[in-house]
């Protein structure tokens, strides 16, 4: 089943002699329970797709269709809400809110949605992420490879129909590394999380079952991984 089209997807940056584009005519589907990786060199326009697929930016040209909801024609009110609710994502330095505690974070979401948290998932999620003798802590007072699993743990809490991550192992060591990758794995493989990641790690780009190329803003491979 299709949980993510984009069609004939372009972004164009500045006018004239200016004008660089970022995406060019990009179109291709995920279905859902996908572990997809992006790799292309920089300037590529990775990044700028994944932002567009995660409704921080906006497209130029095209369509981003994510259950059947066209993102690219919703206004600034709906297009928050369906994030939220939606899509989560991870980014490569956390973006947690340093004034908030592990839990406070984690839930955020949620109560930014007016929804009241179910305290038996966010326990599973909590043991699932390691984080049980955390939950009081602030964010300055965790490692990075905890701060990245809260990020995780934030990004899940809606049971969004995408997971994107942003370089989600570019401040780590090797071994929170290879951790970090290992939980999103589980809860792709555990609960059919589609996600996306964008990564300069070439192991991390083998460890997904779909590898997608881009450079100077185009596809130029799309190839399914096997074993």
Do not use: C
Not at 25 to 51: D, M, Q, R, Y
Not at 71 to 80: K, P
Not at 192 to 208: C, M, R
Request: proline share 4%.
């Amino acid at each position: 089943m299709k949980i993510l089209e984009i069609k004939n997807l372009s972004k164009v940056y500045g006018t004239g002699d200016t004008m660089v584009k970022a995406l060019d005519n990009v179109s291709f589907s995920v279905n859902k329970g996908e572990f997809v990786a992006i790799v292309g060199p920089s300037g590529s326009g990775k990044s700028t797709l994944l932002h567009i697929l995660g409704g921080v930016d906006t497209p130029t040209e095209g369509n981003v269709i994510i259950e059947k909801t066209d993102i690219s024609t919703l206004d600034e009110t709906a297009l928050a809400i369906f994030r939220r609710r939606q899509i989560g994502l991870v980014y490569q330095f956390y973006n947690l809110i340093p004034i908030l505690t592990v839990e406070e974070n984690l839930t955020l979401p949620l109560l930014l949605d007016g929804r009241k948290p179910d305290q038996k998932q966010i326990n599973s999620l909590i043991e699932k992420l390691n984080l049980s003798e955390r939950l009081e802590h602030l964010p300055n007072q965790l490692s990075g490879g905890q701060q990245q699993r809260v990020s995780i743990g934030r990004a899940l809490i809606n049971n969004p129909a995408l997971m994107l991550a942003d370089e989600p192992t570019g401040n780590l060591d090797s071994k929170n590394s290879k951790q970090i990758i290992s939980l999103l794995k589980y809860f792709n493989k555990e609960y059919n999380q589609t996600v996306i990641i964008i990564t300069h790690d070439e192991k991390i780009a083998l460890s997904a079952d779909r590898l997608i190329s881009i450079e100077d803003g185009k596809i130029v491979r799309d190839e399914v991984r096997i074993g």
